[in-house]
């Protein structure tokens, strides 16, 4: 398992999987080590992934200030992490809440992304959020589901803030509910770094005015990917997300959720190869 140091002392691990130009992969959660990204549906047979444990989560080292664990503050790491890879420019992709991570990346390292792939991204470093309404219309697309009776009140409670997270409804995350999905459920929370998520977005972490204004300097190709059926983001603010990056564009993939490279893998496969390039050209 390879690692290298971080600025402030920390060591930071990260696994490389598969054959091919490397392609760096940030992990989402906020704060879930990399595990849960297995091999992204098989893009482990073009590409060699190297996916990155954030500070304090997977095989990371933990570092003496939690003040560090903010999105903002994380853009340090992951410029060192460029650096230690040997990569003058690279392919970078990010799942979720890493969107973000990679947004204020791209704003502070322009030229250092030859292409940037976001994966249903959570677009807060442009101030741009999910809202609950937003949430519940994606989950009464499922509405035709055998757990839909259970798990849509739960959902609806929790969003309004009126109850905990609750198990039942994690089929709204997926796009389809079956063994591979549960499985996927099953280290989710030992995965997690729970300290370092609620550290996360702290206050200061985004200031949406000044990425989006640095983001006109990124001329890299990028790519916005939503899920059908995934809540956060929806299509639609996938699409709005897309607005603020010069030249980007949108895919949604059909009947996925969150996590599109278990729905469909051969989808996500091709969808990200094709953007990617699919003569697998290293960066330059």
């Known amino acids: ?32 080590a990399s595990a849960y990204l297995g091999d992204l549906g098989g893009l482990t047979a073009h590409r060699r992934l190297a996916l990155l444990d954030l500070r304090g989560t997977g095989d990371s ?17 992951v410029e060192r992490w460029r650096v230690h890879l040997g990569l003058e420019r690279m392919d970078l992709l990010a ?25 249903t991204p959570n677009p807060s470093a442009l101030g741009l959020r999910a809202t609950p309404a937003d949430r519940l219309a994606a989950a009464r697309l499922r509405a035709d589901q055998p757990w839909f009776g259970r798990a849509f009140p739960a ?42 998520a609620e550290r ?29 059926y995934d809540g956060g983001p929806t299509p639609a603010l996938a699409r709005r997300a897309a607005e603020h990056l010069p030249g980007a564009e949108v895919s949604v993939q059909p009947g996925a959720g969150h996590y599109p490279w278990l729905d469909d893998p051969g989808h996500f496969v091709r969808r990200v190869l094709a953007f990617l390039g699919e003569d697998g050209a290293a960066p330059r």
């Open 155 to 196: 959902y609806q409670a929790w969003l309004a803030g009126d109850a905990d997270f609750d198990e039942v409804f994690l089929p709204f995350f997926y796009g389809r509910w079956d063994d591979t999905a549960r499985a996927h459920t099953e280290h989710e929370e030992a995965q997690t770094n729970d300290e370092a």
């Open 1 to 32: 398992m390879p690692t290298f140091t971080a600025a402030d002392g920390t060591a930071l691990a990260y696994h490389l999987r598969g054959r091919g130009a490397p392609l760096a992969v940030l992990p989402g959660g906020p704060m879930r």
């Open 95 to 119: 799942h979720s809440a890493a969107g973000s991570l990679a947004l204020l990346y791209a704003a502070r390292h322009p030229h250092r992304i030859r292409r940037l792939a976001l994966i």
């Open 200 to 228: 996360y977005s702290a206050e200061g972490a985004f200031t949406p005015d000044a990425t989006r204004a640095a983001l006109a300097a990124l001329t890299a190709p990028v790519l916005v990917h939503a899920g059908e």
């Open 61 to 77: 080292g933990t570092p003496d200030d939690p003040a560090t664990y903010r999105c903002d503050r994380m853009v340090d790491d």
